[in-house]
């Protein structure tokens, strides 16, 4: 997958740094989201094809607001999102549904014990990714300037 590009809203000056503010086209973001072959994350954004992302300017990159850039995440921090994200849901299921086989509580209560445990792990994962600390570690990073902005808009 390519490192999506967006144009810089705004640059915001913090304590650890300068961040921006990026306008970031979902629809070119992931090339199997835009062919509808993705992994379903687009579907949480019901439609919406901009999305405004806050990226760490790392590095002496020169930036200013209506640049163009290209932004990434680290591999390992998409790794860690992904298994709050599906792994949560699906570890609930499992522990609910297997407890549930363990009290012989019959195939239909089963089921509906891991339905219940895969909610469950949703609102745990969820209430995980909400929480400020969580959220800083999955900023992306602005790997590089593409173009200034555009004279006349």
Not at 59 to 82: P, R
Not at 113 to 141: D, K, Q, T
């Amino acid at each position: 997958m390519e490192n999506p590009t967006g144009k810089i809203h705004s640059l915001i000056a913090s304590n650890d740094g300068v961040r921006a503010v990026v306008d970031v086209d979902m629809s070119t973001a992931c090339p199997r989201c835009a062919s509808g072959r993705g992994c379903g994350a687009g579907l949480f954004a019901a439609g919406n094809r901009q999305s405004r992302v806050e990226a760490i300017v790392t590095g002496q990159i020169a930036l200013e607001e209506g640049d163009s850039v290209e932004i990434s995440l680290a591999s390992q921090d998409l790794l860690k999102a992904a298994l709050i994200v599906y792994g949560m849901p699906l570890f609930g299921a499992l522990v609910v549904a297997g407890l549930a086989y363990l009290l012989q509580m019959g195939d239909s209560a089963a089921a509906v014990a891991a339905v219940i445990g895969m909610l469950g792990g949703l609102l745990y994962g969820r209430w995980h990714l909400s929480r400020n600390e969580c959220f800083e570690s999955f900023l992306p990073c602005v790997e590089r300037r593409l173009h200034g902005p555009q004279s006349g808009s």
